[in-house]
């Protein structure tokens, strides 16, 4: 079905819609007035900070290896079968 722009009109006189067959231009809109941008809020600033923070820390902790590299070596290292399963269930 086709409606015409004279059936339209009817249609909105008979409703008593003011203004009807008038058509508004749009303003014209100026590419360089607004551009597009974003910005982080203060939260994800903190986010930002700590992440870069976390990656510049080593996730081997020197003192820890070095110590049980030596009980180890001196055959003293001896850890539980039951300590083994508990630390794996807890991560």
């Avoid at 360089?32 to 941008?37: I, L, N, T, W, Y």
């Avoid at 081997?60 to 001896?78: Q, S």
Wanted: hydrophobic share 45%.
């Amino acid at each position: 079905m086709k409606i015409s722009s004279e059936q339209i009109q009817q249609m909105l006189q008979a409703r008593a819609v003011k203004g009807a067959g008038k058509v508004q231009k749009a303003a014209p809109v100026d590419p360089v007035a607004k551009a597009d941008g974003a910005a982080l809020s203060v939260a994800g600033q903190d986010i930002t900070k700590a992440l870069s923070l976390i990656s510049k820390t080593s996730d081997v902790r020197a003192e820890k290896v070095a110590a049980l590299k030596e009980r180890v070596a001196a055959g003293t290292y001896d850890v539980a079968g039951r300590d083994i399963v508990g630390s794996l269930f807890d991560r």
